[in-house]
């Protein structure tokens, strides 16, 4: 059998990492994409030869990146999975709402969190339909609330990316490519708030997500056994969105 191909943004920590391991333990062969380096310390083999060095911000850079990527694909992509995203946060770590986010704040959300989705798939399409593949993009709960630790430029482009998922469904349906969504809740990574103890005590589960189990629902999507699923976004929050 031929081995699959995923290719994944933001693998360096918590979900994506997660998401590198447990696609690696089933076999596959992982592209990654960041804007540093190769990391000495990943865990996976072949990691140096398949990771692309891209800044997600820059629109130029990722749009000359998708070339560099189809040089090391054989013609055909099985999964992309869209997970890098940032956050920008206050002088003291706080919130930024509507009214203090800088504009170029704005854009720089955008750039990763949306339209590298758009530039990636769009790109690669012809890899995606020789493999009948799939498409991943990772939403958030805060794109269908407030929430109190994630600004208001990342909301809002994960509702972005949550509309935009619906639509790729679409188009790229007649192609054989499935395109879904997975909105994590609270997930316990390096980068999870202060305060969030808070908000666990209210979730129905009353415990953090584990990146493994988010890993998890991404690899469902990406098998056979997910194979009429498309158009969908999945809550991984332990019922925090109910």
Same mark, same amino acid.
């Given at each position: 059998?031929?081995?699959?191909?995923?290719?994944?943004?933001?693998?360096?920590?918590?979900?994506?990492?997660?998401?590198?391991?447990?696609?690696?333990?089933?076999?596959?062969?992982?592209?990654?994409?960041?804007?540093?380096?190769?990391?000495?310390?990943?865990?996976?083999?072949?990691?140096?030869?398949?990771?692309?060095?891209?800044?997600?911000?820059?629109?130029?850079?990722?749009?000359?990146?998708? *070339? #560099?990527?189809? !040089?090391? %694909?054989?013609?055909?992509?099985?999964? =992309?999975?869209?997970? &890098?995203? +940032?956050?920008?946060? *206050? #002088?003291?770590? !706080?919130? %930024?709402?509507?009214?203090?986010?800088? =504009?170029?704040?704005? &854009?720089? +959300?955008?750039?990763?969190?949306?339209?590298?989705?758009?530039?990636?798939?769009?790109?690669?399409?012809?890899?995606?339909? &020789?493999?009948?593949?799939?498409?991943?993009?990772?939403?958030?709960?805060?794109?269908?609330?407030?929430?109190?630790?994630?600004?208001? &430029?990342?909301?809002?482009?994960?509702?972005?990316?949550?509309?935009?998922?619906?639509?790729?469904?679409?188009?790229?349906?007649?192609?054989?490519?499935?395109?879904?969504?997975?909105?994590?809740?609270?997930?316990?990574t390096a980068i999870l708030s202060p305060g969030s103890d808070k908000i666990v005590?209210?979730?129905?589960?009353?415990?953090?997500?584990?990146?493994?189990?988010?890993?998890?629902?991404?690899?469902?999507?990406?098998?056979?056994?997910?194979?009429?699923?498309?158009?969908?976004?999945?809550?991984?929050?332990?019922?925090?969105?109910?």
């Amino acid at each position: 059998m031929t081995r699959k191909t995923l290719l994944l943004t933001g693998a360096s920590r918590g979900i994506g990492h997660a998401t590198v391991r447990r696609f690696n333990a089933e076999g596959w062969r992982i592209l990654t994409c960041s804007r540093h380096p190769f990391p000495e310390e990943c865990p996976w083999g072949g990691g140096r030869e398949d990771h692309v060095q891209l800044d997600l911000s820059d629109p130029s850079d990722t749009i000359n990146a998708v *070339g #560099l990527i189809q !040089e090391k %694909l054989d013609g055909r992509l099985d999964a =992309l999975v869209n997970n &890098a995203g +940032v956050s920008p946060k *206050g #002088l003291n770590g !706080e919130r %930024l709402s509507t009214l203090d986010t800088d =504009l170029l704040d704005w &854009a720089k +959300v955008f750039h990763v969190n949306f339209f590298a989705s758009v530039v990636l798939a769009r790109g690669l399409k012809e890899e995606l339909a &020789a493999a009948k593949g799939t498409v991943v993009n990772v939403t958030s709960i805060a794109g269908s609330r407030v929430h109190p630790f994630a600004g208001a &430029a990342y909301a809002t482009s994960k509702a972005a990316l949550a509309a935009l998922t619906r639509e790729m469904a679409h188009d790229f349906g007649p192609l054989g490519v499935r395109v879904n969504a997975i909105a994590p809740g609270e997930v316990e990574t390096a980068i999870l708030s202060p305060g969030s103890d808070k908000i666990v005590e209210k979730l129905p589960m009353q415990r953090l997500g584990q990146p493994e189990e988010v890993a998890s629902a991404i690899y469902f999507l990406c098998s056979p056994e997910s194979s009429y699923i498309s158009g969908a976004e999945i809550e991984v929050n332990g019922a925090q969105h109910v």
